[in-house]
T-cell receptor, first 113, second 114 residues
């Protein structure tokens, strides 16, 4: 069966510090991968998606970047965090044989202080 | 960009009551999904709909894909305390590309009172 892992679960970082959130998927190959941000428990905002290794599409201009160094690994990064980067970050995967339904990880709660 | 209007934004109901929420869009979707999110967790898929008019159940949950392909509703019958959470609709447009991006509603916060 397929599983998705996100870590860390929670993170408190000072303004101006770097960020690295990791997401990995098990049990499937060549998944589409997604990073979302959720503010105040509502509204999922798509940040990045990837259809393959090294292929990243950005949905909104921002202080964040994403990379996909391996087929089932998706990383969300920042060189210098802003207060406005605080939020709940969710990774998701989908594959065509499962009708491209997106399945979500447990999320990372990021607090920038 | 595409937006989904999900209503109501929040609901307070008594245990045992039925619940109904819906989503409407300005364009046609070929897939409607309903997710539930509990505090501190990621959304979990409840029901997936693929054809106009399709009515699908999952236990006490029932969802329908609107005939116009621009709306969907979710019903919960005989609510129980563990139904508490945020319910999201999500739609996928035919033109959403190879990544099959989803458009999400803003969520319905459900509170079940004992």
């Amino acid at each position: 069966s397929q599983t998705i892992h996100q870590w860390p679960a929670t993170l408190v970082q000072p303004v101006g510090s770097p960020l690295s959130l990791e997401c990995t998927v098990e049990g499937t190959s060549n998944p589409n991968l997604y990073w979302y941000r959720q503010a105040a428990g509502r509204g999922l905002q798509l940040l990045f998606y990837s259809v393959g290794i090294g292929q990243i599409s950005s949905e909104v201009p921002q202080n964040l970047s994403a990379s996909r160094p391996q087929d089932r690994q998706f990383i969300l990064s920042s060189k210098k965090l802003l207060l406005s980067d605080s939020g709940f970050y969710l990774c998701a995967w989908s594959v065509a044989r499962y009708k491209n339904i997106q399945y979500f990880g447990a999320g990372t709660r990021l607090s920038v202080l | 960009g595409q937006q989904l209007n999900q209503s109501p934004q929040s609901m307070f109901i008594q245990e045992g009551e039925d619940v109904s929420m819906n989503c409407t869009s300005s364009s046609i979707f070929n897939t409607w999904l309903w997710y539930k999110q509990e505090p501190g967790e990621g959304p979990v898929l409840l029901i997936a709909l693929y054809k106009a008019g399709e009515l699908t159940s999952n236990g006490r949950l029932t969802a329908q894909f609107g005939i116009t392909r621009k709306d969907s509703f979710l019903n919960i019958s005989a609510s129980i305390p563990s139904d508490v959470g945020i319910y999201f609709c999500a739609g996928q447009e035919i033109s959403s590309g190879s990544a099959r991006q989803l458009t999400f509603g803003s969520g319905t916060q459900l509170t079940v009172l004992p």
